[in-house]
C-alpha cells in the first residue's frame, strides 16, 4: 500500500487540517482497467501454503542487515548448531513486521552446510545465484536438504532488494538483507533454536542476531487459525447477570461541557464529508459508478484501502448523537447512509463497500468491518429499522465465509474485527454463532493464560501484528465472549489485561501511553514521542464500561471513564476541522485533521457517546456516575421518576438533583463520591444530612421521593500532583503532573517549564505552592513562577505548555 497509518501519522499529523468533503469529488474516476494491467492488489486471495504472520513486537522483529550502497553486496547469517547434524531442510522465514511482507528477502542468494565456521568446505543445500528470484512476500520458504550433514548452516545474499520508500523502515535507505528467522530440521526437529548466529563484518547486524533462530512464537509462525476445539454449545453457557444497564435514551442534557462538545461534533460531522462521500465505495463495489482517484495520497490509507470506513465512522458518531440529541439534518444523512447500504445490498447478504475478494487486504476485515458495525448497530439504536436486518444478514454471510482462517493473522491487527462479532451477539438480532465465530477463529487461548496471570509481555510484546492500543478492542471482544459464556477464563483474562494497562500503559490524566512501532516497556509513559492515540481511549472507555455493568459499586471503573472524557475525549476534539490524533503532553498540541482517520472516528464516536456515561439504570433505581447538568428518566416496575442535575462542574464542585415524580415513588439512588475527592463527602436531602461518603463509593440513598425532593452535595475537589516515573526524566530535576479533581492541568506560557519552587520534594509540597486565579475557575499561578499559569489541558489550543513542570532536586 501506498501509505500508511504511521506514514500518515510522520507526514500529516502536525499538518493544517482541512474539510475533507468538497475536495474529495475533485479528484478523478478511473476508466476500467485494460486487460494487460497488473493484477489489483487488493485482491488477495487464501494463502495455499504457510504465510509468515505480522510480528511486529520488539521480541519478534525481524533480522535486518546493514544498508549497502549496492545491490550487489554480499552478506550472510550463520548457525552454529552446536555439534554435526544431519540436515533434513531449511525452512526461511520472510520479514513481515512493517506492512510490506517480503520486504528484504534477498533476490540471489545460496544455503550451505560446513563442518568449520570459516566455509572452506561447503556443502550446497540450495541456491538461487543464477536469476532473480521472485519476491515470497509472507510465503514461508522450505528447502530441502537430503542429509547433508554439518554444524554450520549459512545463508549467503549476493543481490539486495532496496529499502521499500513507504515501509517505515531506516530514513537512509539502501540495499539490504531482512529474513524473519531461519529454521534447520533434523530428525523432524528445529534444531537451530536459540542457537547462536554471526554475520559478516561489512554489513552483518550484531543486535539483531538473536533474531534468526528466536523461539516460534507460542500460537506459531503462520496466519492460519482454526481451532474448532475452542468453541462451546451455546445450551451451556450462563451468561452473568448485568447489575446496571447502559441508557440507550432517557438522558437529556441542559448546558454544560458535553453539550458543548456535542455540538462541536456536529459540525464536523456535517462539515466533512457529504452522503454521496460516504456511500462513493458502496456505489464502485456494486459497479454503480467508476473507480475514483482521490487527489491526496495522505488520504489514501484511511479512505482507499480501509473502503467503508468512512460511512462507519459517520454512522457511529451520528448514530449516538442522535439517541440524545434531535438534529433534522444529521437524522436525514444517517438516513440516507443506511438506505444506500441496503440500496447495494448483495443477495447473499454482503453490504461491506470493498468486495469479499479484498476482505484480507490491508485492515478491511477487522478495522473497517468493525466500523460499519458499530455504525448500523448505533443507528438502529438511534430508531432506523433496517440497520439491524442488513446487519444479521450480512454476518449469516460472514459467520461462514471461506476466508475465516486468515481472519485473526494474514490481515493486519485482524483481532479489531472480534468486537464487531460480539457487539452483534448483543443486539435483538444477535445469534450464537457470533460468539462462536469468535471462539474457533480469532481466540488464542495462550494469550488468555498469559493475561490472566498479568504477564507484561502480553501486551507490549503480543507476538502478532504490533502491540497497540488496539488491542483494546480484542479485549472488548473477549469480555463480551465472557458476558454471553459465563465462562470465567475469559473474565480472568481480560481483568488482567485491565489491571496491565491501568499500571504500565496509563499516563497522567489517563491517556493510553503505548502505540504501534514504538517499543513501549511498562511504565514507560514516554512525553517526547507522539503517544496517547485519542482511539485508544475510546476503546478503554467502553472496556471499562463493561466492567462498571457487573462491578458498579467499584468506582475505579467510572473513574477511567471519567479521566479519558476530559483529559483525551475533549482535549482531542476541535470542532468543524476535526480532531487530534494524539494526546501529546508537552510542548504543543497538535493541529486536527479531517481525513477520516481512526482517531477521528473513534473520537467522534465517543464524542457522540457521554450522555450514556452520566447514569447507569439498576432495576431499583440509578447510579449516579458524573456530573454533568442534564435530566434523567428512569422506568422502574410501577413508576416513572425523572432526576434533573444541576451543576457547573468542573468550574463549580456544587450539585443539586431534584425529582421529578408523579406519585411518591420508591427508588435507589447511588451517588458516587470520586476517588479523587480530598476528604469524605456529606450528602443533603431536603436540607437535612443524609449520609456521608468515603472517596472512591458509591452512597446509595434508598426511599420514597416525591415530587421537589433534592439531593445536594459539594464535591471535595482540590489539587492532587503526582511525581512522573517515566522514561523522560530531566537530570537534576524531578517533574510532577497536577490535576484538581479528574481535570488535568497544563502549565501554560513555554515549551518547557521550571518552575522557581524551592524545597518541594513531595507532591503535597507542590499543591500547597499553586494558588488559585481570582476570576478564573480551573485556573492556578505558581509561587515565584511570573509567566506560567496552570489551566486545564482539555482548554489548551495553540498556546506552549507541558502537563509535567520539572522542579530543581534539591539536597
Known sequence: MSITRRRFLKDSAGAAATVAGTRFFKGRAVAAAPPDSPPDERVVPIPSGEWMSPSSGTAYRAYRSKYAKSADAATWVEIDLGEK???????????????VPGQGFPMRFKIEGSSEPEFHKPVAIVSKLDADVPNPKGAIQQYPARGVECRYVRLTATRLPESE??????????????IGKMDVYSGGKNVAELCPVTADAAYGNDDDLPQVTRPERAGGENTFTDHPENVTDSSTWKPPAHKVKVPRSGVTLNGGVFQTAMEKNIRYLLDSYSVDDLLRQFRERAGVVPPFVPPNPDVKFWEEDLAGSNAGR??????????????????????????GIAQYREPNGYIMAYPPN??????????????????????????NPKAFDLL????????????????LRFSYQGGQGMVANSRLYFTPVGKPADIQVLQRYYQENYWMEQLGAREERAVWQYPYAA??????????????????????????????????????????????????FVPSPPRSNMLNVPLGELCGNSFWTFLSQRFHLLDPENEKFVAEIEKSIYNVGLADLVGSPGFRYHTLLTHHKENPTAHNSCCEGQGTRFIGSLPEHIYSFAPDGLYVNLYEPSTVEWNGDSATLKLKMQTRFPFDSDVALQFSVARPTQAKIRVRVPSWAKRDMDIYVNGN????????????????WSEGDVIQFRLPIGLYAERYTGLDQIPGHARFAVSYGPILLAAVGAPEVRLRLDDVKEPAELEKRLKPKSGQPLHFTAENTPGIEFMPYWLVDQEPFNCFPALPLRA
Open 689 to 704: 444530612a443524609a449520609a456521608k461518603g468515603t472517596p472512591a463509593s458509591y452512597v446509595a440513598l434508598e426511599r420514597t
Open 165 to 178: 520508500p513507504n515501509s517505515g523502515l531506516h530514513a537512509e535507505g539502501g540495499y539490504y538483507l531482512a
Open 392 to 407: 444479521r444478514g450480512y454476518y449469516d454471510w460472514f459467520n461462514q465465509n471461506p476466508y475465516l482462517t486468515e481472519m
Open 314 to 339: 459517520f454512522m457511529m458518531a451520528a448514530g449516538n448523537t442522535l439517541r440524545w440529541m434531535e438534529h433534522p439534518e444529521l437524522r436525514r444523512r444517517l438516513n440516507a447512509v443506511v438506505d
Open 85 to 99: 547434524r544431519a540436515i533434513d531442510s531449511v525452512k526461511v522465514y520472510p520479514a513481515n513486521d512493517r506492512f
Open 467 to 516: 502491540p497497540h492500543c488496539y488491542l483494546l478492542t480484542n479485549l472488548e471482544g473477549y469480555m463480551d465472549i465472557y458476558l454471553a459464556t459465563g465462562d470465567e477464563r475469559y473474565l480472568r483474562m481480560v481483568e488482567g489485561a485491565w489491571a496491565l494497562y491501568h499500571r504500565d500503559w496509563e499516563n497522567s490524566g489517563g491517556s493510553i501511553s503505548i502505540i504501534e
Open 358 to 383: 479484498t476482505i484480507l487486504y490491508s485492515e478491511r476485515g477487522g478495522y473497517t468491518r468493525a466500523w460499519v458495525t458499530h455504525g448500523l448497530i448505533e443507528a438502529a439504536y438511534a430508531g
